[in-house]
Structure formats: C-alpha cells, structure tokens
T-cell receptor, first 114, second 112 residues
Framework: AQKVTQAQTEISVVEKEDVTLDCVYE???????LFWYKQPPSGELVFLIR????DEQNEISGRYSWNFQKSTSSFNFTITASQVVDSAVYFC???????????WGAGTKLIIKP | DSGVTQTPKHLITATGQRVTLRCSPR?????VYWYQQSLDQGLQFLIQ???????AKGNILERFSAQQFPDLHSELNLSSLELGDSALYFC???????????FGSGTRLTVV
C-alpha cells in the first residue's frame, strides 16, 4: 500500500520561530518521488520541492529546508525564521514508478502569528 | 500564472445538474491530471490523460467522466450532481509524470 501521513493537523507558532512539518510515507517501490506543496488561503497549489528516492541529500532553499531519510521513510520540511506569509496548508505527496499519480497527505495547517 | 488555465473559477449549481470543467495545460505538457479536494476526503486523484488517451484512473465516480482533446485541453464532466460533490477541482499538467506537476488555480464547485 502507498500512503502519506502528516500527523500534525495544525501548528501555530509566533513569527521568527523555526517550525518543522513532518511527513512519513509508505511504499514498496524502490523508485519514487516526494513532493511538498503549499496551499495559501487563496487556494492554489504551489510547488515547493520534488525529490527522488535515490537522492537523500538535504536541500536548502532560502528559509526552507528539507530532510529526506529513507531509513525512517520521512521527508520533513523546516521553515527557519517563519513569517506571517508562510501561513498556509502544506501538503506532502508521493508518486511511484508503478503508480503515476500523486498520493497526498492530509495536510498541515501552519499558522504564523505576528 | 502557472501556465495551467482552469475555467470557470467558481461554479454554483443545483443537485441533479451537470457541469463541465475545463483545463488548458501548460504549453508543451502532454499529460493532464484531475484532482478533487474536498473537506472530508482531502486531495484525491481522479484521472490522467496523456496525449489524448486515458492513462490512469483513481477514485473517480461513474457519474464523472473526462476527455482530452487533440489540442490537449481537457474537460471534466460531472453529472447528477450531489451535495457531496462540492469541492475544489484541480487540473495539473506535466511533460511526463514525475518530472513535476504544474497545477491550475482550481475550480470551486458548490452544489446546492
């Protein structure tokens, strides 16, 4: 079975705090792709990152960083020095070579208070 | 602008009616995907078309159908609408599967 779990339904922090959003995935495929998307209040889905299963290097993009650990089947997302504009729902998603579709987590609603 | 165009942005219709949602993929993308986002089911894959042919099917109801035309735009037809069909319907396009997906801004369907 293929599944994505985002156990944190909602996280609320004060601006400038660091925050980590957890994502745990399940798949038996050896080749797969992990994604993070942001959905701001306006509703669109904004692509953040795509990572394939053979690349376990962590990635940093400005205040965003991602930690991919195959040993724990996790692909966590950290926002450093959070800002109010980071408030959104964040989705983790999985795609495998045997299943060309995105399997989504339930999303984590992130609230950044000024 | 993501390059994927979805129309209309909002749609309000009555139960039992039929609606058509339209999606124009990003230039050069051959694949079109439809996803439904509802409060109780979250984001779910409905169906994929690649260069005019149906390629994969997800949790799409029999009352729903889709097609991709020679110019690569796609339409999602929803019929015999029920209150539970109220959702945000997203279209995404890609060159080929896992190289990444570009999403449209969605069509918000409200069935009353």
């Amino acid at each position: 079975a293929q599944k994505v779990t985002q156990a944190q339904t909602e996280i609320s922090v004060v601006e400038k705090e660091d925050v980590t959003l957890d994502c745990v995935y399940e798949t038996r495929d050896t080749t797969y792709y992990l994604f993070w998307y942001k959905q701001p209040p306006s509703g669109e889905l904004v692509f953040l990152i795509r990572r394939n299963s053979f690349d376990e290097q962590n990635e940093i993009s400005g205040r965003y960083s991602w930690n991919f650990q195959k040993s724990t089947s996790s692909f966590n997302f950290t926002i450093t020095a959070s800002q109010v504009v980071d408030s959104a729902v964040y989705f983790c998603a999985l795609e495998t070579d045997s299943n060309y579709q995105l399997i989504w987590g339930a999303g984590t609603k992130l609230i950044i208070k000024p | 602008d993501s390059g994927v165009t979805q129309t209309p942005k909002h749609l309000i219709t009555a139960t039992g009616q039929r609606v058509t949602l339209r999606c124009s993929p990003r230039s050069g993308d051959l694949s079109v995907y439809w996803y439904q986002q509802s409060l109780d089911q979250g984001l779910q894959f409905l169906i994929q078309y690649y260069n005019g042919e149906e390629r994969a099917k997800g949790n799409i109801l029999e009352r729903f159908s889709a097609q991709q035309f020679p110019d690569l735009h796609s339409e999602l037809n929803l019929s015999s609408l029920e209150l539970g069909d109220s959702a945000l319907y997203f279209c995404a396009s890609s060159v080929e599967g896992s190289y990444g997906y570009t999403f449209g801004s969605g069509t918000r369907l409200t069935v009353v």
